[in-house]
């Protein structure tokens, strides 16, 4: 019983739910709907004009009729018409206006969810829901209700119809429409299963196209072709079965439907005989019936697919909402503070950090780094380096413990305030399709003395003369057309430009070959000038000047000095690391 009621108030919901998006255009939205009820209902006025016409023409052999019969029904047609194409420019005027705005606040949404969102989903299932999924939710949702609206009045009206003819014959009629209806109420169910896994296969379908696209070059560098065919056809073979499997489920519908009609039909026929033989109707009552009873049988369709229609869009507006719903653990807090002035300090206190809740990244972390000074980051691979310095950044909110940045726990501080004084160059940079000048800039307004002495900073200078549209040259998507060293030194450019207090660095300069290293690495001196700089350092030079070197092994703190005292320490992990990979080796990276 519960779950009876429960079919219908899943759309419902799912309906009320998207009233906020409705709302701004409620007016149109009313407007178009009232347009469709008398196409819906003049359907049904042709049905009633063959009963006089029947009786006084095909009976009667009268002529009167013609008088005004063919001008009526050109009259209304014409009306209909009008109405019908008013209605239909109105829903997809309404349909396509809160599509978009779906659209927009998804993809707000994408922007402001966290690091571990992004660790989670795949990049096919995104592209799915924000794109897919705002569409089926959105562009069905009014012209389902439309269409649902113009059916619904096009069967009061042949029913009214059916009746001012005959009610007993309508009863008959009345069996049908509820036999054809009720397979009709179990669709939902049928397919709300089977409907889910084929929307996971479909963003599965996304991701694998994605590979091809970003993998393009790992693929033919490792004959990848098989692999990455065979998953591919692994999930198209899981598309079609799944398909198979929702046709199997509803396709038994339509045969279903038909029978019953045929029945219901052929029992008027047989009962309106008997009625027009002794005389209680008379033929121009029974071919009116007839004909409003065949009519009948377009709403009705139509209303069994704008059923479905609509059990797709509920399906598709809950996911939606999933993700409208989804809160980010990194937010502001209510009454954070904007961070003012400068950072005087920042401290770690007993921080741990897990990314699965399982598995501590980070251990009970006690730092304290003053204003002004480098501090190095160095360790064993996948110690926990980068996690440090994007709990500072609030990629991710520490477990355990708490930031300190100016005595202020980092939560309670506004988060774009934080990140404004903050530039992170991290190990891979993201570089946005358009100019060199447009990823240095990033949108900030910067005149062309500031864009030049970033440029010089980040050693590009000599790079971008050479280029025929100098600052302006094309970079490709993910910037594919410069070098990896060019790349390092266009988001080194950024971080000038943005000249935050804080630098980060998360030096990957290992991919590069000696000379562009020597490049990056002077772009990366010249950063580090006159800030606070907190360094993953794998270059002896760089760590060796900084004020304090932090050795994060396995996710603890193993040791703390400047390069001096801790190469005095006896079986000290620094010196250990030091003695064993680098001795005499200015430029050797400090891990292996
Ligand atoms: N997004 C993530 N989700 C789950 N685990 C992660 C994630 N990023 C890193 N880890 C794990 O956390 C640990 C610390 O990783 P981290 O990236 O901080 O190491 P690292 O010291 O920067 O290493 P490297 O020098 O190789 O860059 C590793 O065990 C890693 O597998
Ligand atoms: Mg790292």
Redesign the pocket.
């Known amino acids: 019983m519960s779950k009876k009621t429960k079919k219908p108030l899943n759309a419902m919901n799912a309906y009320r739910k998207m009233y906020p998006f409705v709302k701004p255009y409620m007016f149109r939205a009313v407007i178009a709907m009232l347009a469709t009820i008398p196409v819906g209902a003049m359907d049904a006025a042709i049905a009633y004009m063959l009963r006089p016409y029947t009786d006084s023409v095909l009976v009667e052999k009268s002529i009167e009729t013609l008088a005004y019969i063919p001008i009526i029904i050109v009259a209304f047609g014409v009306v209909q018409g009008a109405f019908n194409y008013f209605s239909t420019y109105m829903n997809a005027w309404v349909g396509a206006k809160i599509t978009n705005d779906v659209r927009v606040k998804l993809y707000n949404k994408l922007l402001t969810l966290d690091?571990?969102f992004y660790?989670k989903k795949n990049s096919g299932d995104i592209q799915f829901r924000f794109n897919n999924d705002a569409s089926t939710a959105c562009g069905g949702l009014i012209g389902n209700v439309k269409t649902m609206v113009t059916r619904l009045f096009s069967t009061i009206a042949l029913f009214g119809v059916m009746f001012y003819n005959s009610w007993q014959l309508s009863i008959i009629a009345i069996f049908i429409v509820v036999g054809v209806l009720y397979p009709l109420s179990t669709l939902r169910k049928r397919i709300n299963k089977a409907m889910s896994k084929s929307v996971n296969y479909i963003s599965e379908l996304m991701k694998h196209y994605n590979e091809a696209f970003f993998g393009a070059r790992v693929i033919s560098a490792y004959n990848l072709k098989n692999r990455q065919d065979k998953g591919f056809k692994n999930t198209t073979n899981g598309i079609f079965s799944m398909s198979m499997k929702i046709t199997q489920k509803t396709g038994m519908l339509t045969p279903i439907i038909h029978v019953i009609a045929s029945v219901g039909i052929a029992a008027v026929i047989w009962y309106g005989t008997l009625l027009i033989v002794d005389g209680t109707i008379t033929a121009g009552t029974f071919v009116s019936f007839l004909a409003a009873l065949m009519m009948l049988y377009t709403p009705l369709k139509g209303m069994g697919n704008t059923y479905s229609n609509i059990v797709m869009s509920t399906m598709a507006i809950e996911r939606v909402f999933e993700m409208i719903d989804i809160e980010p653990d990194v937010k502001n807090k209510e009454g954070a503070k904007a961070l003012r002035g400068d950072i005087k300090s920042i401290e770690f206190k007993n921080v741990s950090f897990s990314?699965?809740g399982k598995?501590k990244?980070?251990n009970n972390v006690n730092v304290s780094i003053d204003a002004g000074t480098t501090t190095a980051?160095v360790?064993?691979?996948?110690?926990?380096?980068?996690?440090?310095v994007?709990l500072l950044a609030r990629f991710y909110d520490v477990t355990d413990g708490k930031i300190l940045i100016n005595k202020t726990d980092i939560r309670d501080i506004d988060l774009t305030s934080l990140r404004d004084h903050i530039s992170i160059v991290f190990?891979d940079n993201y570089l946005f399709d358009g100019t060199i000048r447009e990823n240095i800039t990033l949108g900030k307004n910067a005149d062309d003395a500031e864009i030049a002495k970033a440029v010089k900073g980040a050693c590009l200078d000599e790079f971008i003369a050479e280029l025929k549209d100098g600052l302006d040259a094309r970079i490709g998507e993910r910037g594919v057309l410069l070098s990896g060293g060019q790349k390092q030194r266009v988001a080194i450019a950024r971080a000038f430009l943005k000249n935050s207090q804080l630098v980060i660095l998360?030096e990957?300069t290992s991919a590069l070959d000696n000379k562009s290293e020597a490049v990056v690495q002077q772009a990366i001196d010249n950063l580090m000038k006159n800030r606070t700089v907190i360094v993953?350092a794998?270059r002896l030079s760089t760590v060796r000047k900084a004020d304090k070197i932090i050795v994060?092994n396995y996710?603890e703190i193993a040791e703390t000095g400047t390069h001096k005292q801790l190469l005095e320490r006896e079986n000290g992990v620094y010196s250990a690391l030091y003695h064993s990979q680098f001795k005499d080796k200015e430029h050797a990276p400090l891990?292996a």
């Open positions: 690091a571990a660790d990314y699965d598995r990244a980070l980051l360790g064993n691979s996948g110690g926990g380096k980068s996690t440090f994007s190990q998360d990957a993953i794998h994060v996710g891990q």
